[in-house]
């Protein structure tokens, strides 16, 4: 049964910092990963994908990088503002999430 | 381009009741799936439909159905409600070749009492 893990629960920051959000998959045979936003309440919010021939997709401040071997994803978020404070989501190509990260980056 | 929609966006309901949440994909989009998401928890997948029919299902109840339409719209039906599905239904569209590829509604929140 694919569990996902994601470190750490949550993480409180200054605004400017930069931010590394950690996945991990139990099966490691992950071929395409996506990470989401969420805002409480709210819906899902399509950040990166990275599929099956990538290794990492880059938007903005945002980069995302998925070790297949180990079935690890790395999120970075490079100088943190406070519209960044949500909760990040992972997910791999089977439909099972994490429980998310929540971020709250201070002004 | 309209996104995903759901309605409704709020329900309150009594134990024993029965529900009806619908969801309308992404312009293009062929599949839909629903998941459950409990407060502070990661979305849980209850099913997917592409074609009319369940194509894939999550570890819920058969409480839990579902019915897809010709212009891939979606409902989610939940019969014999219990104070433990109150929680956020979201629904996602996705296309048949690329099923990995998300993108989300707004959600429904259902509270059962």
Request: charged letters at 15%; proline letters at 5%.
């Amino acid at each position: 049964k694919q569990e996902v893990t994601q470190i750490p629960a949550a993480l409180s920051v200054p605004e400017g910092e930069n931010l590394v959000l950690n996945c991990s998959f139990t099966d490691s045979a992950i071929y395409n990963l996506q990470w989401f936003r969420q805002d409480p309440g709210k819906g899902l919010t399509s950040l990166l994908l990275i599929q099956s021939s990538q290794r990492e997709q880059t938007s903005g401040r945002l980069n995302a990088s998925l070790d297949k071997s180990s079935g690890r994803s790395t999120l970075y978020i490079a100088a943190s503002q406070p519209g960044d404070s949500a909760t990040y989501l992972c997910t791999g190509q089977n439909f099972v999430f994490g429980p998310g990260t929540r971020l709250s980056v201070l002004p | 381009d309209a996104g995903v929609t759901q309605s409704p966006t709020h329900l309150i309901k009594t134990r024993g009741q029965q529900v009806t949440l619908r969801c309308s994909p992404k312009s293009g989009h062929d599949t839909v799936s629903w998941y459950q998401q409990a407060l502070g928890q990661g979305p849980q997948f209850i099913f997917q439909y592409y074609e009319e029919e369940e194509r894939q299902r999550g570890n819920f109840p058969d409480r839990f159905s579902g019915h897809q339409f010709p212009n891939y719209s979606s409902e989610l039906n939940v019969n014999a409600l219990l104070l433990g599905d109150s929680a956020l239904y979201l629904c996602a569209s996705s296309q048949s070749g690329k099923l990995y590829e998300q993108y989300f509604g707004p959600g429904t929140r259902l509270t059962v009492t």
